[in-house]
């Protein structure tokens, strides 16, 4: 979590945006219970799954993953790959959607 709070500091955020990265590392770190730099992806994905929260929500929470990831030189293919099959389907879902409000 240091090393989190230290990269964080160095990212230029706004106040928000800061709390924002906070929380999403919370809830993988402390609620997922997994380390972004040492446990797999798919065991982030999958720990993430389990807590059940919406999938819009999973995305932006991944995207915090990602870009400490990143940062560090880990691999965030398979996330970034689960984070797309989110964003298809919210997509999909908002398609229809809108198709029934034409109807």
Do not use: C
């Amino acid at each position: 979590m240091v090393s989190f709070k230290i990269w964080l500091g160095d990212q230029q955020l706004s106040k928000n945006s800061v709390d924002q990265y906070r929380s999403n590392f919370k809830v993988l770190s402390d609620k997922a219970n997994v380390n972004v730099l040492s446990d797999s992806q798919e065991k982030i994905i999958a720990a993430l799954k389990e807590l059940g929260h919406k999938p819009s929500t999973q995305r932006t929470i991944l995207a915090t993953a990602v870009a400490y990831m990143a940062s560090q030189k880990k691999s965030t293919d398979k996330i970034q790959q689960y984070r797309r099959q989110i964003q298809r389907e919210l997509f999909e879902q908002k398609v229809e959607s809108n198709k029934s409000l034409k109807d």
